[in-house]
């Protein structure tokens, strides 16, 4: 029996699922609980690829399932999907054709498998994400509480019910990322202490990137890593004529990239590579944002170079030709 790439289009009630099987396509649109991922599986074989988006947590259940089950499972960025199916033209939007479309990309370029995270991974991330949602909260109410106070109008009442607010929220925030914290120490404490060894990187950043990267088992290079977290270089040329300004590509992940721009002014005074190459950077006339991004790559090599040789912080150290 032909194996086939089954793409799958997934939300939090419903997925559908789609695959080709001798020039002929078969469509099945399930609940997304497991009595939905037993019925697609009646139709599998044990060679068969799902391949699905990384849409939210929504995935994750069926993506268990079917690993748990021996299959081969692919998650790939809707952001790719989405290139792919304007590349190929489509014009229809339904979760049936998105469904076909991942199946159509799946059949026609190179797929890396996907393995669950461990667990203390998954609850740092969701530790995470709970902050974050705090951390916005709060500064939306602080906006709100000062642009109130501007109009010379605000009640004192509701002054300090904002305000008590805005305690609590930052309370709460404290308390997560004491969690945070105990989670690090107890299973990645190794990580966590080398990490913050490196000049510039501290406590929260060496959390946020012992998450990011499942203990840096997550790359296999630091350019990948430096792509991750967004700090990649955007190129804009096209032939004589147009000669934009670079950019980098902030697609990545905006809270380690602002945990990582405030380390790098604390390592151009302390971590001596990045005190030289903010020197040389300086010297060439470049920008103190264009320095900020090229220090926070520089401490993201160290990083990745001093966890993956698996030695501790030195001054002078110069990384492998293959990092």
């Not at 793409?7 to 939905?36: M, P």
């Not at 890396?112 to 969701?126: D, F, H, V, Y």
């Not at 914290?181 to 202490?193: D, E, F, G, R």
């Not at 004529?241 to 697609?251: L, V």
């Amino acid at each position: 029996m032909e194996n086939k790439f089954i793409g799958i289009d997934i939300s939090k009630q419903t997925f559908d699922a789609a695959f080709q099987l001798c020039n002929k396509w078969y469509f099945f649109s399930l609940d997304n609980k497991i009595e939905g991922y037993k019925a697609l599986a009646k139709h599998l074989n044990s060679g068969d690829v799902l391949v699905m988006e990384a849409s939210g947590p929504y995935y994750l259940l069926l993506a268990n399932y079917f690993y748990s089950k021996g299959f081969k499972v692919v998650v790939v960025n809707p952001l790719v999907i989405k290139r792919y199916s304007q590349m190929r033209l489509y014009r229809a939007k339904t979760d049936k054709k998105d469904a076909q479309t991942i199946a159509e990309y799946a059949a026609s370029n190179e797929l890396t498998s996907w393995k669950p995270e461990e667990e203390q991974i998954s609850k740092l991330k969701q530790l995470q994400t709970a902050i974050e949602g705090l951390q916005k909260a709060s500064h939306q109410i602080s906006r709100q509480l000062e642009a109130m106070r501007t109009t010379g109008y605000l009640s004192k009442e509701l002054e300090k019910d904002l305000s008590q607010t805005i305690a609590s929220l930052k309370k709460k925030i404290q308390k997560l990322e004491k969690r945070q914290l105990q989670i690090a120490t107890k299973y990645y404490n190794q990580t966590l202490t080398r990490l913050q060894t490196i000049p510039g990187i501290g406590r929260k950043t060496a959390v946020m990137l012992i998450t990011i990267t499942n203990d840096f088992r997550k790359f296999d290079n630091y350019k990948k890593l430096i792509a991750y977290v967004g700090f990649s270089p955007r190129i804009y040329q096209s032939g004589s004529s147009i000669n934009g300004k670079g950019h980098i590509c902030k697609m990545g992940k905006a809270q380690i990239r602002k945990l990582l721009y405030m380390c790098s002014w604390s390592a151009k005074h302390k971590n001596k590579a990045c005190i030289e190459m903010y020197e040389r950077l300086r010297a060439k006339g470049k920008p103190e944002r264009v320095i900020k991004v090229a220090i926070a790559n520089k401490l993201i090599k160290q990083a990745f170079a001093l966890i993956k040789n698996n030695q501790p912080y030195q001054e002078n150290y110069q990384s492998k030709p293959c990092f």
